[in-house]
């Protein structure tokens, strides 16, 4: 028959049903200390860089977080002139008062870059979009109403780490609207964007707040020989 364990009354620890031990005021002390140190490096890596522009260490910008402070303080960009290509809608049909444009651009983001490319849409005017990384990437598509400045400005209508997209796109309000991609790795990665739409000018934001304005299309601006060559390689 299996003798039964025998406990040594001299070890407290070996006897059934001891109850925890109560950590030292020591050891609670060196615990709050080692938190307090973490919210404090939390702090200063990214809840300062991300929200008030703020980097004491530079860590901020290497983690990408400092982005997010430079995109909400950028200068609202203020409306193209010319023709609005604001839709009238007759039934099913919208007609605009000028004809679609088309734009292909490929961008390259360093490690912990960011970029922003955004079109001038009027209220309901379409586009249709396809872009696609070499790696995955931050990514936020929204818009930003004319003439306006700060987060409050910003509509986000898709907020995830993505790859690659397509689809199609109705302007809610009048103002720009586009795509934030960020590199969140040490290797640099590779967008490719096309779109085709009744958007006007075309913006461009880069990490170090610089800011260009690109041109854009007509179809009938392409050469027709280039035309018949893309349709017959389809």
Same mark, same amino acid.
């Given at each position: 028959?299996?003798?039964?364990?025998?406990?040594?009354?001299?070890?407290?620890?070996?006897?059934?049903?001891?109850?925890?031990?109560?950590?030292?005021?020591?050891?609670?002390?060196?615990?709050?200390?080692?938190?307090?140190?973490?919210?404090?490096?939390?702090?200063?890596?990214?809840?300062?860089?991300?929200?008030?522009?703020?980097?004491?260490?530079?860590?901020?910008?290497?983690?990408?977080?400092?982005?997010?402070?430079?995109?909400?303080?950028?200068?609202?960009?203020?409306?193209?002139?010319?023709?609005?290509?604001?839709?009238?809608?007759?039934?099913?049909?919208?007609?605009?008062?000028?004809?679609?444009?088309?734009?292909?651009?490929?961008?390259?983001?360093?490690?912990?870059?960011?970029?922003?490319?955004?079109?001038?849409?009027? %209220?309901?005017? $379409?586009?249709? /979009?396809?872009?696609? =990384?070499?790696?995955?990437?931050?990514?936020?598509?929204?818009?930003? +109403? &004319?003439?306006?400045?700060?987060?409050?400005?910003?509509?986000?209508?898709?907020?995830?780490?993505?790859?690659?997209?397509?689809?199609?796109?109705?302007?809610?309000?009048?103002?720009?609207?586009?795509?934030?991609?960020?590199?969140?790795?040490?290797?640099?990665?590779?967008? %490719?964007?096309? $779109?085709?739409? /009744?958007?006007?000018? =075309?913006?461009?934001?880069?990490?170090?707040?610089?800011?260009?304005? +690109? &041109?854009?299309?007509?179809?009938?601006?392409?050469?027709?020989?280039?035309?018949?060559?893309?349709?017959?390689?389809?």
């Amino acid at each position: 028959m299996k003798r039964p364990k025998q406990y040594d009354e001299t070890n407290a620890d070996d006897r059934p049903g001891t109850a925890l031990q109560v950590p030292s005021a020591k050891t609670l002390a060196i615990a709050s200390v080692l938190a307090l140190c973490g919210a404090v490096v939390i702090l200063l890596t990214a809840v300062l860089p991300a929200e008030y522009g703020i980097d004491p260490l530079g860590i901020g910008r290497r983690l990408g977080f400092l982005a997010m402070s430079e995109t909400a303080m950028s200068e609202p960009v203020p409306p193209p002139t010319g023709t609005v290509l604001a839709p009238v809608q007759q039934g099913n049909i919208a007609l605009y008062p000028g004809p679609y444009k088309v734009d292909a651009r490929t961008f390259v983001l360093g490690p912990y870059e960011y970029l922003e490319f955004k079109y001038h849409l009027a %209220k309901d005017a $379409t586009m249709l /979009f396809s872009w696609e =990384a070499t790696a995955n990437v931050q990514h936020d598509f929204h818009g930003d +109403r &004319d003439g306006a400045k700060g987060d409050e400005a910003t509509t986000s209508y898709d907020k995830q780490p993505r790859r690659k997209a397509e689809g199609s796109f109705t302007a809610p309000f009048s103002g720009i609207h586009g795509w934030y991609w960020e590199n969140p790795g040490g290797e640099s990665v590779t967008v %490719k964007l096309t $779109t085709a739409g /009744f958007y006007t000018t =075309a913006y461009e934001f880069h990490h170090d707040r610089t800011r260009y304005v +690109r &041109d854009v299309q007509s179809l009938t601006a392409i050469p027709a020989s280039n035309r018949q060559s893309r349709e017959g390689s389809q």
